[in-house]
């Protein structure tokens, strides 16, 4: 099988080379466009740097020990793939610091594996992922740091490539974070070398599991909360949570909380972010009837089957549901489209969303049917819309 190797960026391919210390550290202090260096053709910033580098890394390609010795990346990706023919399919997936000397380690490091070992790489920037701001880092570096994991994954699916994760260069603070991914998600290899040890580390197929199901109930509080810190109060409206404190509901960990002005706000946490993009191919914006649902809707009459295609057809919508989302019941979300006599109830599934009761208003005031457990409601119906 091709591979897929996603490894994080350090600077010790630049800072191995004495000889460039001086003007690495003269670089450092220099504000430079990322992407120039990312991207640059014939010039770039630190284009001196990168061919003395180059140059040390070239006189070295013969000898697979000073090779390995040359930087973190380096001293995994030889023993992993110098023995393997390449396969035209082979992606190494670099993960570089929001930072100039980060960068050029990542550039660095790509052109020399590709001619190296006739592989494909890419370099990906990741934004907030340094470590001057503790702040920055948990906010954006480790969230974009997990999207550009899953997005790696979702090109590389498992049973088609030989995945594997790397976290040996870069920040150790994201260890914890990659190799829980690498437990939890399916056939990934994590590998790790330290310092200049000849020998990988390898931990796969570790019996880990979350209880992803129980988590399904907190996926549209996450997704509420991912762009945009939400309120306490709105928080606890998303896991229609009352009369306890929010640190008391069972899925807490998947939340941070921020702290500003004294008012308490909320955005995913690290296991939260690593849920979320779990959830994301999951949760596709395809709609299914259940049987009790499907054959409700087919009993009602013209105008009320409208009312509520009307309903089926905006449900993908996920800003939608959440200006719609009237609490839950029984682990169902509750729709209530306004002041209107319909109500649906719906939850999210691996074939995406199911709607499992349609209700109606009656004259006291309630509504004439609930649903109970969701194992007894399954997709029967796609719905292709109007």
């Given amino acids: 099988m091709p591979y897929c ?71 995994h990706l030889v023993p992993v793939l110098a023995q393997q023919p390449p396969d035209r399919n082979d992606i190494i997936h670099l993960l ?10 990542a550039r660095v490091l790509k052109d020399f594996c590709e001619e190296y070992f006739a592989r494909r790489v890419e370099i990906h920037i990741v934004e907030g992922l340094q470590v001057e701001d503790g702040e920055l880092f948990r906010r954006k570096g480790l969230t974009n740091l997990i999207y550009y994991v899953f997005e790696a994954l979702r090109k590389a699916p498992a049973g088609t490539f030989t995945r594997i994760i790397n976290p040996t260069g870069g ?28 020998y990988l580390i390898r931990l796969a197929g570790i019996p880990l599991r979350l209880d992803f199901e129980s988590m399904e109930a907190a996926y549209e509080a996450l997704v509420d909360c ?10 606890k409206e998303a896991l229609n949570w009352t009369g306890q404190p929010i640190s008391a509901h069972p899925l807490w960990a998947l939340f941070d909380s921020i702290e500003d002005n004294g008012q308490s706000y909320y955005e995913p946490s690290g296991l939260g972010r690593i849920v979320l993009e779990h959830f994301k191919d999951k949760f596709k914006p395809v709609v299914y009837l259940s049987r009790p649902a499907y054959e409700r809707y087919m009993s009602f009459d013209g105008n009320r089957r409208r009312e509520f295609a009307e309903l089926f057809d905006r449900l993908p919508d996920p800003e939608w549901r959440r200006g719609k989302r009237h609490g ?20 999210l599934a691996e074939e995406g969303i199911v709607v499992s009761e349609l209700a109606l208003h009656m004259p006291d005031g309630n509504y ?19």
């Fill in 368 to 386: 004439d049917r609930e649903p109970g457990n969701k194992k007894d409601y399954g997709a029967f119906y796609l719905w292709k819309g109007r």
């Fill in 328 to 347: 839950q019941v029984n682990g169902h979300t509750i729709i209530k489209p306004g002041n209107t006599n319909e109500r649906l109830y719906y939850f």
């Fill in 5 to 75: 190797i996603i490894a994080t960026v350090g600077q010790s391919v630049l800072t191995n080379d004495s000889t460039i210390r001086d003007a690495l550290n003269q670089f450092r202090r220099e504000e430079h466009d990322l992407k120039a260096i990312r991207d640059g053709k014939h010039d770039f910033p630190g284009k001196r740097l990168y061919e003395v580098v180059m140059a040390g890394l070239r006189a070295k390609s013969s000898d697979e020990g000073l090779l390995r010795r040359a930087s973190a990346e380096l001293n």
């Fill in 171 to 198: 920040f150790k603070g994201v260890v914890p974070y990659l190799t829980l991914i690498g437990m939890l998600e399916k056939d990934i290899e994590i590998s790790y070398i330290y310092e200049h040890s000849p």
């Fill in 96 to 105: 570089a610091s929001q930072t100039p000397d980060g960068v050029l380690a």
């Fill in 226 to 235: 991912q762009d945009d810190l939400i309120s306490e109060d709105k928080l």
